[in-house]
């Protein structure tokens, strides 16, 4: 190593004047946080003062590191840039939650989000000093080692007799107490201390640029020249990559990548300058970006120095020395004494932010509640101030003392890396808590005692191995030579790097024992519950000494001014701003509001509280002042914010429901009511219910005439209202019907229409009322009469045809006869004559009648009648036709009556029609005719079979035709006249023929008639 | 993105890149730009992700 370039006197005055300048930084940022505020300037602020992540142990030991196991380093800063991205959820989450409960360390957040258990608290920062405490010391020893290797000799005077270590931590001290200690409120801006950090930061990454540049670039011909020469090295070349000498590089790699994600958030000093010091979110996202660059930056030229340390011929155990050796070695002062200061400054700003918050956090978690709980000699505020500016001094007090006391001589990585493991196990609870419901009290303290007895057994017992405190053989044999509990190769995991081993189980066995601990033991509350069973605490009305048993709260004033007395002037304003809320609630007559209001007030005090005594503390100073304790108020008014919450949601919900009924309603209504046809609603008893504007128009009534007025009036009817039955039987009985009716208007006029009705249904399924709906078909019915005007028109040259061609035969007898009798009888018998006149005259009679009856308007007369004894009577009558013929007729029915509502005289000159023709079609004497009966879906079919020779398909298609016949007599009237009375009542018919099988007309029938279909009558 | 989006984004982002045995590929005996390939490679990624932040938190601002 190179001898010392400068005198120690002067590197003291050097250093006291670096100090005094950063003194003045900070009173000036102090000063002026407000106006770097107002231009926008905390936010590099912020993020500059977060790169107090990189200490002197980055600056001196990663070169060290470097220099001995390669760049696995890097992933101690490429941990944190890589889960930068989900910074802006996971650290806003932190920043908010703690800024809700103005929470100011890890053990307050673990206080605040685990109920509040004291002990977690002191618990955690127990563990985190003894964690930090060492990383305290290795700054100062940074510091001491720089201080040693730059400056030689001590001088004269008072370089002599003054410990720069000592020296250096004093002033920190001082630096720390002016700026970090002046308030009891932490969530206070410390503008002082995050804008000296910030420039240290600046500092440190411009000299350790400067240092990198002039070792490549100064000592050698750049980086091409140091890395070929490495490279060149058989041994040297292996630190370019991960498999390093010792080997294990990814898995150490690895671990510190894991470690370094949880820790970038979770070291005291991270913690303070990135989450409780966050003054605006939107920081967050300057830092996602700029914090990863300043890492990048800061890493660029480790390796280089590292590798250009080697090649100058310095030890790699010297490693954490190289930035400062070589421009010593090269002679270059005053490059030497900027790269001392590099490190001074790294080292200073770890050392004030690491001492502020943990001098905080033992204030507040062990100090605090110590004092609270004694009681003695205590008096408030300036007690309080005066307890936590004294737990910093000590915090930066014992890191010199560990400092000084400690012989071992570990590198600083080594000494940094224990540290950061033993944070590292706060980060299943912290973020476990922030994330799962679940995780408990309970939980967490066993998931961090678990972790740090894993720590403590990987990572302190090789550490004090190494430093010769205990046996070697225990590291190579296991405890009590069991092999599998080998410290650095526990239950022989194969990892094989220590550190990797360590990370590994540590945190394997904290998240265990988060997961197993909040599962399985008992919640907090429900023991609490429980042990209040069982103590002698007293009852809620007996507090303050109420000894004849009534409730004395003390009033407001009197909380204001204890709240004040322990939080200072600090929170005068805040605690005044709540407690005149509620004063102000109260005057209102809101009685409601203000219990809801004081129900909150131990929340909320203990929220301000906590910012400056700390969350234990916090609730140690109200649990005896408030009526309602602490977690009782928490639990009642976090049910009532809940409930209040639920219910704002079913109001709206309902009341978005009921806007959408309504709305539906009056879309409704607006459709019924504009659509022309009639819509009626009405009861069991037929009494309209309801009626739309189309039915008035329709019925020409007014809607107050037709309310209550009888449904079935509006469909005129004969005397016997036998339309009226039908609609009335079809919908009562079957829920619907439908077809053509006279509609009744109220001017005493009517016009044809079709009705609809259905039955309205009730949540059983009852009949809640009935609906019917009547279309006007006047317009219809005008045009479909046109339509059979035109038909009847076209069809009457047919008819006129065929009646000639009837008529003329007979004539011409007529004539004949006449002729023969105006000769004077022609020799002819003048009765035969007149006798032949006669047969003719009949003939025309038969074919006029008939065609009379095919013309003439037919009026059904319905009623109930049994079709099979309609069908037996039409046989009955055919029957000596048929018997002189030799044709069997029968008929086949079902045993009881079909009844049906139809015209019973035309239904059975329909069947007459239909079975006079099967007779007439069978063969003489083997003829065969089939009647049969049956009973179909709403109807009956009245199927008549014959075994005569059957039709054509072109006698089929004219089988319906007037006066189309293939019988030698006959007018061909018949089946046109079935066919017109059948569909009167609402039926078909049917025929099925083919040469050679005969014949089978059916005739369906409905059983009402129209229902479901439409029709005339 | 979503909070747990960002986080699968950033897991995968390590094992895709920053770590074993994807991370293997740059440990060569082999130079870019007289730099060995495992560091220059590292620093690369390493650039390339803080644009990528940057591009993003620009993007989130916007």
């Not at chain 1, 700029?290 to 890492?295: H, I, N, T, V, W």
Request: hydrophobic share 45%; proline share 4%.
């Amino acid at each position: 190593m190179p001898g010392p370039l400068f005198e120690g006197s002067f590197v003291l005055a050097v250093v006291t004047g670096y100090l005094l300048l950063l003194f003045g930084i900070g009173y000036l940022g102090e000063r002026k946080f407000d106006a770097l505020r107002a231009r926008g300037l905390d936010r590099y602020v912020y993020v500059f003062s977060a790169g107090v992540y990189c200490t002197s142990w980055t600056f001196f030991g990663c070169i060290g590191n470097a220099a001995q196991t390669g760049p696995s380093f890097l992933a101690l800063f490429i941990g944190p840039s890589v889960f930068a991205l989900s910074w802006w959820t996971v650290l806003r989450k932190l920043v908010r939650f703690c800024r809700t409960h103005n929470v100011t360390s890890v053990p307050d957040l673990l206080s605040v989000r685990y109920g509040g258990t004291p002990w977690l608290g002191a618990l955690a920062t127990l563990f985190l000093v003894i964690g930090s405490v060492p990383y305290i010391s290795l700054q100062l020893r940074a510091v001491a080692i720089s201080y040693d290797t730059i400056a030689g000799s001590p001088g004269g005077g008072v370089a002599a007799a003054v410990d720069p270590m000592l020296l250096v931590a004093l002033f920190l001290a001082a630096f720390a107490l002016f700026f970090g200690g002046r308030y009891l409120d932490f969530t206070r801006p410390q503008g002082g201390v995050l804008t000296a950090v910030a420039t240290e930061s600046v500092i440190k990454l411009v000299i350790l640029l400067a240092a990198g540049a002039f070792v490549c670039y100064g000592v050698f011909d750049g980086m091409g020249e140091i890395y070929s020469r490495v490279l060149a090295h058989p041994e040297w070349k292996k630190l370019t990559g991960l498999s390093d000498p010792s080997g294990n590089g990814y898995a150490r790699w690895t671990a510190y990548f894991a470690i370094a994600v949880i820790d970038v958030f979770l070291l005291p000093r991270q913690f303070h300058v990135f989450v409780v010091q966050n003054g605006d979110e939107s920081h967050i996202k300057t830092a996602m970006w700029m914090f990863p660059l300043y890492l990048l930056l800061i890493n660029l030229f480790i390796i280089p120095i590292a590798f250009g340390g080697l090649l100058l011929g310095l030890p790699a155990a010297a490693g954490d020395k190289f930035i400062l050796a070589i421009p010593m070695l090269a002679g270059n002062r005053a490059m030497s004494l900027l790269v001392f200061l590099g490190g001074f400054s790294a080292a200073t700003a770890m050392v004030v932010v690491s001492s502020v918050a943990l001098g905080k956090m033992v204030a507040n978690n062990l100090v605090i509640p110590g004092i609270l709980w004694a009681r003695k000699g205590f008096h408030g505020y300036g007690y309080l101030l005066a307890a936590t500016r004294a737990s910093m001094l000590a915090v930066i007090l014992l890191g010199y003392l560990y400092a000084r006391l400690m012989s071992y001589n570990a590198a600083l990585m080594e000494i940094g890396i224990i540290s950061f493991v033993a944070v590292a196990q706060f980060g299943p609870a912290v973020f476990g808590g922030l994330y799962w419901k679940g995780g408990t009290a309970g939980g967490a303290v066993l998931g961090i005692c678990a972790g740090f007895a894993a720590w403590f057994y990987t990572m302190i017992l090789p550490a004090a191995v190494k430093a010769g405190f205990l046996d070697p053989a225990i590291l190579a044999d296991g405890p009590f030579g069991i092999a599998l509990l080998r410290p650095t190769d526990f239950l022989g995991a194969g990892i094989g790097d220590t550190v990797g081993n360590a990370v590994f189980w540590s945190l394997f066995l904290n998240l265990i024992g988060f997961v197993a601990g909040s599962l399985l033991v008992v919640p907090r509350r429900a023991r609490v519950r429980e042990e209040g069973r069982r103590s002698d605490a007293p009852e809620i009305g007996q507090r303050n000494g109420a000894k004849d048993g009534g409730a004395h709260y003390p009033s407001l004033e009197d909380i204001e001014a204890v709240v004040t007395r322990y939080a200072g002037r600090e929170k005068e304003r805040e605690v005044g701003e709540v407690i005149r809320e509620i004063r102000e609630i109260k005057s209102r007559g809101e009685t409601r509001e203000a219990v809801i209001r004081q129900m909150e007030l131990p929340v909320r005090l203990e929220r301000i509280l906590t910012g400056s005594i700390g969350a234990i503390a916090a609730r140690n100073v109200l649990r005896d002042m408030l009526p309602i304790a602490l977690a009782d108020a928490k639990t009642l008014v976090a049910s009532f914010r809940e409930m209040e919450k639920d219910l704002a949601t079913t109001r709206e919900t309902v009341s978005h429901k009921e806007e959408e009924i309504l709305a539906r309603e009056r879309l409704l209504a607006s459709v019924v009511h504009s659509i022309d046809d009639g819509i009626v609603t009405f009861d069991a008893k037929g009494r309209i219910t309801a009626v739309n504007e189309g039915s008035c128009r329709l019925f020409r009534r007014a809607e107050s005439a037709m309310i209550g007025g009888d449904f079935h009036l509006l469909i005129r009817d004969t005397p016997y209202r036998e339309k009226q039955r039908i609609v009335a039987r079809a919908t009562y009985r079957t829920g619907r019907w439908r077809g053509e009716v006279d509609i009744m208007r109220g001017d005493g006029t009517h016009a044809p229409g079709l009705v609809s009705t259905a039955r309205i249904t009730d949540k059983g399924g009852g009949a809640a009322g009935f609906v019917a709906s009547f279309k006007d078909l006047t317009e219809l019915k005008a045009m479909q009469n046109k339509m059979i005007q035109s038909e009847k028109l076209a069809s009457l040259g047919q008819m006129a045809a065929g009646v000639a061609h009837e008529i003329r035969t007979p004539l011409g007898s007529i004539k004949m006869s006449t002729r023969l009798l105006g000769d004077g009888g022609g020799g002819a018998d003048a009765a035969e004559v007149i006798g032949t006149i006669r047969e003719a005259v009949t003939s025309m009679e038969v074919i006029v009648n008939e065609l009379l009856e095919y013309t003439r308007e037919i009026a059904l007369h319905l009623d109930e009648y049994d079709l099979v004894k309609i069908t037996r009577s039409a046989i009955f009558g055919l029957e000596e036709e048929a018997g002189r013929k030799g044709v069997s007729v029968s008929v086949s029915a079902p045993p009881g009556p079909c009844t049906a509502l139809v015209d019973g005289i035309r239904v059975k000159q329909v069947l007459t029609n239909v079975v006079k023709n099967a007779v007439e079609a069978a063969p003489d004497r083997d003829g065969k005719v089939i009647v049969t009966l049956s009973e179909r879906d709403g109807g009956v079919r009245i199927a008549v079979r014959d075994n005569g020779p059957g039709m054509t398909g072109e006698e089929l298609g004219k089988v319906f035709q007037p006066f189309y016949t293939n019988k030698a007599q006959g007018v061909g009237l018949g089946m046109s006249i079935v066919k017109r009375l059948v569909e009167l009542h609402g039926g078909e018919v049917r025929i099925d023929s083919g040469g050679g099988r005969g014949t089978t007309v059916s005739v369906d029938l409905p059983r009402y008639p129209f229902a479901g279909t439409g029709g005339t009558q | 993105m979503g909070g747990e989006a960002a986080v699968k984004a950033c897991i995968l982002l390590f094992l895709a890149i920053f770590s074993w045995p994807l991370l293997g590929v740059l440990d060569l005996p082999a130079t870019f730009l007289g730099v060995p390939l495992f560091p220059a490679g590292v620093f690369l990624f390493w650039a390339v992700l803080v644009y990528a932040l940057y591009a993003a938190s620009r993007r989130g601002q916007e």
